[in-house]
């Protein structure tokens, strides 16, 4: 296991450290006690309860023995995370390692830099992959204001025998199947297409991977406005007619996992979402999931996706145990390989030496029938690029994202109260005035 | 024993002598065979359901078409019976492939790749499913052709007039439309142009390292071994040509892009311009960033992408997987690898976009005939 340092020693202190320690722990255990550390994680609930039942009971129950330290770990609703998140900074009280479903650009000031962190693992598992680097690190203070350890693809999930009823057996494959397919299966099947378009985790990621499919951007690489052109115009047209010809009311309503609970009950032909959607579906009812396939969508801007989950932790420059958080983060990177396992193969790693038989895992997997099926992710570290693409994960970009910025203009559009064009405007003006306010705000 | 070796050699050489030269009468190096359409059981190891390829639709060279488009010419024939297709390579079958067809190099537009159009994939059905549909690395043939597009130009006039919207399902669903089910060469307004990922280490390819590392890195030569390709089609909108109600006459902006394209690149045979490269596709559809053509500067690229915002002047599209529009949604059709010292025969034929039996673009005519007739490019 590496170690993250602490501040320096010499052997005399290390003499009288032991010492006190053995005298305190040995002779008067309750004393030990009272006096051993607390690690407070908070962590977004994920999608597979059972991955963190394993986290809390296992890994960080662990973890906590062989460090003398009680790890009290809160599990969080995706939802919740931004308020309990800028509830602690104001208060500058509350849990030493906060683990965020994306990048927490916007905490940086109050994040400590995660460089040592990065320093200490990549001397054991070799450097972190790009689309961890460009959500953690900050090119302006050169620091890194998180630390990912794992991230999940978001493919298209689709039922293959819906799909074969409009001789597409192999998935709608591009955008404008998608769309032409999906109304002649609504029309044959009454089943309509479920791409998540409410603001939300599932629609922001939806829509800001249809945005990059169409080769559009928000920002170009140097932080320039650039939402307002002529690809996001076609875009935004396009997931009108998709709903027009394709989709369903409830699109426009669902909540958190709205589109998972209606491809489980099979009333949607097709969603994007992380593998935790099929990964559901095996444990719930294997003949269901039997009929789900993935495919990444892709466009005239290519295959490109973002991820559906960044998991990012944060250390709080005002947290109690920072020494434990640092080292907590370090070992969790030895358990890459189990993180993955424990997440049945959710959890991509960012460092790809902890998973070296990857593709050969997802060439054959034990719970998929066919076992090939996630095959279809092979590839996904290659497409997935990070939110704030094409240029890093940096507040402005996140703000855009948590504030729902591409769901609600999409959703303007779709629900007829703006025209495509109105609505790229309109979210022109909303995402300059973000990335003005950053600007000031960080110089 | 030894002059059992030395007669095996023996045949051998005179083999691929005669394979060489049954086309060949030339004054260069010849090692390069021409092409020849694959045999079934390598398109079934690939992932294609052969029973589809051998229909009159799909139109597969050594079964259909052997005269007509693209042959040009009387009695010409696109394809001829040839026994050392599968003596120089044992995944041919033996039909070589006379029509050549032009196509432009889609990083930087160069008029320098020849292709062999050899069938028409019409549908999802041309694939094998299940795990039949996995090769022998466990990749299904309609994940690589995913990344790997030839973009074809089907020509906008409809009875005199310039259709803005394919028909089908890729269009706007007004009237006039143009069809999009035939991919033939009298059918296009001008020639192909095909994407250039293709092999792994000459940079071409989709690489990590590069900005943006996009999309999986199949590359054409290295991954894709029948040499088919996912169609993109693309199109000069109603703010290019008119033609809608809502939009009958062209933009300004359209306009000014129009001539300046047509100036650079010439026009083709409907009197749209040439696009010769993915930029310059990208330019009339207003993707942001994307760098001056044109002769445009910045400062009017700027502008003009910014004024395409909800007018832009081109658009692309595909067909739907399932057939529905009639066309091609894949096709067969392998580029030569390197088309010099006898890659291109002395009986093969250039298959262009041509006006009045003059290509419209010369550029294609002069590196066939060097090719041909010096196993050459022109300028080398």
Known sequence: MSEIRGSKHSRRDFIRLAAGAAASGLLFPERALAQQKTLKIAKW???????????????????????????VVDHVPVEKIGALAAAEVAAREGHDLFMFPWPPAEYQRHAIDHAEVHRT????????????????????SKKYFAFCDSWMPAPLHFFQDYWAEVDMPLGPVHYYSLRSGGQR??????????????????????????????????????????????????????????????????????????????????????????????????????????????????????????????????VWNFARNQVGARQFLVDLIDHSQTLYDKSRGCNFPTYQKTVPDLIARLSNDPQADPSWKYEALKDAPRWTVNLGYPGFADPAAMEIFNSFVIPRMFMGVVKGERSPGDAAKAAEAEVTKIADKWKRALG | ??????????????????????????????????????????????????????????????????????????????????????????????????????????????????LSIIAFVLSQNFFLTGSNALNARNLTLQDILGVLEAYVAPSQSVNGVLAPSPCGT??????????????????????????????????????????????????????????????????????????????????????????????????????TPILHTGDELHFIEGVPGTAPQFGFSQNQTNALLQAQATAPCGAEGQEDVG???????????????????????????????RKNGSPIDARFQSNFSCLQSTGKFCNE
Not at chain 1, 219 to 248: H, I
Not at chain 2, 326 to 349: E, K, S
Request: glycine share 10%; net charge neutral; hydrophobic share 35%.
């Open chain 1, 45 to 71: 609930a994920h999608f597979l309860p059972e991955f963190d039942r394993w986290f809390e009971g296992e890994l960080a129950g662990e973890w906590g023995k062989r460090h003398d330290t009680r790890v």
């Open chain 1, 185 to 314: 299966l609504r029309a044959k099947l009454g089943i309509p297409c479920g791409l998540a378009l409410a603001p939300g985790l599932e629609g922001n990621v939806t829509l800001h991977t249809l945005l990059h499919g169409f080769n559009s951007l928000i920002r170009d690489a140097s932080g320039s406005v650039v939402v307002n052109n002529a690809r996001t115009v076609v875009a935004l047209q396009y997931v009108k007619d998709l709903y027009r010809d394709a989709g369903t009311p409830e699109q426009l309503t669902w909540g958190p996992s709205g589109n998972v609970r209606a491809m489980l009950a099979r009333k949607t032909s097709a969603t994007t979402h992380a593998i935790s959607l099929l990964r559901a579906a095996e444990k719930q009812d294997p003949e269901v999931a039997k009929k789900i396939l993935l495919q990444p969508l892709r466009g005239s801007g290519g295959l490109i996706a973002v991820p559906h989950v960044t998991n990012c932790s944060v």
């Open chain 2, 323 to 353: 057939g529905k529009d009639g066309g091609a949604v894949w096709l067969v059709c392998p580029t030569i690898l390197d088309p010099r010292n006898g890659a291109i025969a002395q009986d093969a034929f250039l298959d262009v976009v």
């Open chain 2, 170 to 271: 890729m269009g706007d669903g007004f009237t006039p439309c143009f069809p999009v089910t035939s991919v033939a060469t009298p059918t296009l307004r001008h020639d192909w142009r095909v994407s250039s990922n293709r092999n792994a280490i000459d940079g071409s390819s989709s690489d990590p390292r590069k900005t943006p590392p996009t999309s999986p890195g199949f590359s054409y030569f290295g991954d894709d071994l029948t040499g088919s390709w996912i169609v993109t089609y693309f199109w000069w909108t109603k703010f290019a040509v008119g033609g809608r109600p809502d939009q009958p006459t062209p933009t300004s902006t359209c306009k000014t892009i129009l001539a300046a394209a047509g100036k650079q690149n010439g026009f083709s045979l409907d009197g």
């Open chain 1, 121 to 140: 693992v990549a001397s054991k598992h070799g450097n972190l992959d790009r689309l961890a680097h460009r959500s953690t690190f900050n090119p302006a």
């Open chain 2, 1 to 114: 024993m030894r002059n059992v070796f030395k007669s095996v050699f023996l045949v051998c050489l005179v083999t691929w002598a005669a394979s060489v030269s049954a086309q060949t009468t030339t004054s260069f190096p010849v090692f390069n065979p021409p092409p020849c359409d694959f045999n079934d059981n390598f398109y079934t190891v690939n992932g294609f359901d052969v029973t589809n390829l051998d229909t009159q639709a799909a139109g597969r060279f050594g079964d259909f078409r052997q005269f007509g488009p693209p042959a040009f010419q009387p009695g010409q024939a696109n394809w001829v019976a040839d026994g050392n297709c599968s003596v120089n390579d044992p995944n041919r079958r033996n039909f070589r492939i006379l029509a050549t067809t032009g196509a432009y190099k889609d990083d930087d537009g160069a008029p320098t790749q020849f």
